[in-house]
């Protein structure tokens, strides 16, 4: 009985098994669907989106941000809450599926600050 990888549940035979071409080929197209996922999304490559920035408080603080794909589709999201304006002291980072719509992922930081307002920290909970 083969065992497995702890992420992307590829199959590895044991010392004592051969290798089965099925197998292998299954492994291949799991690895192939992996890196074509990572590629579609763009999630790590933040320099092939375009950047806006919404909703200006009185402050002149942008407490929107939004990244979308060369399409229009929205990739990512952050939003800035909570706390004294303009100094906000929750993000909350939403990451988009390929369609804009659905979120894949939400993170959240929280933000502080020195005795001067400058921000020293974004700490992800």
């Known amino acids: 009985m083969p065992l497995f990888t702890p992420k992307f549940y590829l199959k590895k035979p044991t010392e004592t098994e051969q290798v089965e071409p099925r197998d292998y ?17 763009r999630m790590a490559h933040f320099e092939c989106l375009s950047l806006y920035k919404l909703d200006k408080d009185a402050f002149g603080v942008f407490v929107e ?5 060369e399409n229009g589709k929205l990739a990512k999201r952050s939003v800035f809450s909570r706390g004294t304006p303009p ?3 929750l993000r909350t980072d939403t990451y988009y599926h390929e369609d804009g ?15 001067d307002n400058a921000l020293i920290s974004e700490v992800l909970q």
């Open 65 to 69: 941000l939004q990244w979308k794909r």
């Open 25 to 41: 080929n299954d492994n291949l197209d799991a690895i192939d669907n992996a890196l074509t996922e990572h590629f579609a999304d």
């Open 87 to 89: 100094y906000y002291s």
């Open 101 to 115: 719509v659905t979120a894949k992922v939400i993170k959240t930081y929280l933000l502080t600050y020195d005795q």
